[in-house]
T-cell receptor, first 115, second 113 residues
Framework: NAGVTQTPKFQVLKTGQSMTLQCAQD?????MSWYRQDPGMGLRLIHY???????DQGEVPNGYNVSRSTTEDFPLRLLSAAPSQTSVYFC??????????????FGEGSWLTVV | QQPVQSPQAVILREGEDAVINCSSS?????VHWYRQKHGEAPVFLMI?????EQKGHEKISASFNEKKQQSSLYLTASQLSYSGTYFC??????????????FGTGTRLTIIP
């Protein structure tokens, strides 16, 4: 059981380039989300999805796009990379049902540097 | 608005106890606790719900004061493996799923032999 798989693990982009961070989970979780982690800022929610075809914005959505065509996949697109998007990105998934079942499973992270 | 964690950092000797606090300005439905080791993903520790239900690791305990919108994580007889950064995440409403979880800025715990 792979859990939450993110690719790539490391990426260097030039300002203005676009790219997609891939995320897949094999736990049949309805809920998936993307966080970014910056020093001293903790984890901040970028976008999330409560099921295939349904997405919504989190705390810091500007400059990012998402779509959810299947339960398993939730890619994050950087439209025009900026140095401020240099960060560690975590994809996460969780079981739908509320309450004690809401354990979040995180992917291993993607280290992105924009130069 | 992010919950506030305290202390920001703490250093313990192996075997000592630690308490990490998490406070919110909003009424809370649930509090989650995660631990992250350097260069790794956060890992689930505890979840506490309004009303008293909780689920988590055997060797880690936590409390949730609904009136004060505060939670505390208790690490007793600390081991070297407890080192890492601890995050609390809070939910203000009872919803299915935790898409609105807001994380604190973390508490860095260092255990020395």
């Amino acid at each position: 059981n792979a859990g939450v798989t993110q690719t790539p693990k490391f990426q260097v982009l030039k300002t203005g380039q676009s790219m997609t961070l891939q995320c897949a989970q094999d736990m049949n979780h309805e809920y998936m989300s993307w966080y970014r982690q910056d020093p001293g800022m903790g984890l901040r929610l970028i976008h999330y999805s409560v099921g295939a075809g349904i997405t919504d914005q989190g705390e810091v959505p500007n400059g990012y796009n998402v779509s959810r065509s299947t339960t398993e996949d939730f890619p994050l697109r950087l439209l025009s990379a900026a140095p401020s998007q240099t960060s560690v990105y975590f994809c996460a998934s969780s079981y739908s049902g509320g309450g004690l079942g809401n354990t979040i499973y995180f992917g291993e992270g993607s280290w992105l540097t924009v130069v | 608005q992010q919950p506030v964690q305290s202390p920001q950092a703490v250093i313990l000797r192996e075997g000592e106890d630690a308490v990490i606090n998490c406070s919110s300005s909003k009424a809370l439905y649930s509090v989650h606790w995660y631990r992250q080791k350097h260069g790794e993903a956060p890992v689930f520790l505890m979840i506490l719900l309004k009303g008293g239900e909780q689920k988590g690791h055997e060797k880690i305990s936590a409390s949730f004061n609904e009136k004060k919108q505060q939670s505390s994580l208790y690490l007793t007889a600390s081991q070297l493996s407890y080192s890492g950064t601890y995050f609390c995440g809070t939910e203000s409403t009872k919803i299915f799923g935790n898409e609105k979880l807001t994380f604190g800025t973390g508490t860095r715990l260092t255990i020395i032999p």
